[in-house]
């Protein structure tokens, strides 16, 4: 089968959701779907203070927390034969992956867990699945 997507994006965080998304985004490319897989991990680097003197050590412990999670993700997947690329980055996750992708410039899909939020917390804060999706300009895979 000839692969219907070259690159994809697969943005993660700890959640079930995004273990979903994983599973999915290997289902696939184990198929054939999808060529070439790269797992993205934002963690939320705005409650380090970098005026502080142990600012280092925190954000060295949110690097190594997100490397972490990213070779969990990734060794499911090579149980499958499918070998991501890793990303990780800290910041903003909506803004990040939407960077990530604009400025790559060849993902031409992006998979993603949905979160789970009441309607409340959805219109209070929206979610990170809703905020790509409206502005991305490629499809959005989102696993619920």
């Not at 943005?11 to 999915?24: F, P």
């Not at 779907?33 to 203070?49: A, Q």
């Not at 604009?102 to 998979?111: A, K, M, P, T, V």
């Amino acid at each position: 089968m000839e692969a219907i997507f070259n690159k994809a994006l697969v943005a993660v965080d700890d959640s079930e959701q995004s273990l979903r998304a994983v599973y999915k985004a290997t289902e696939l490319a184990a198929k054939g779907v999808i060529k070439e897989l790269v797992l993205l991990n934002v963690y939320d680097s705005s409650s380090v203070d970098i005026t502080k003197l142990h600012s280092k050590d925190k954000l060295d412990d949110l690097r190594a927390a997100s490397l972490e999670l990213l070779q969990r993700y990734q060794s499911i997947m090579l149980e499958k034969d499918v070998h991501p690329r890793l990303k990780r980055a800290g910041g903003e996750p909506s803004a990040l992956i939407l960077d990530v992708v604009d400025n790559d410039g060849s993902y031409d899909l992006i998979i993603m867990g949905s979160r789970k939020l009441n309607k409340f917390k959805e219109l209070a804060l929206g979610s990170v699945s809703d905020r790509v999706g409206r502005l991305v300009d490629i499809p959005v895979l989102i696993v619920k």
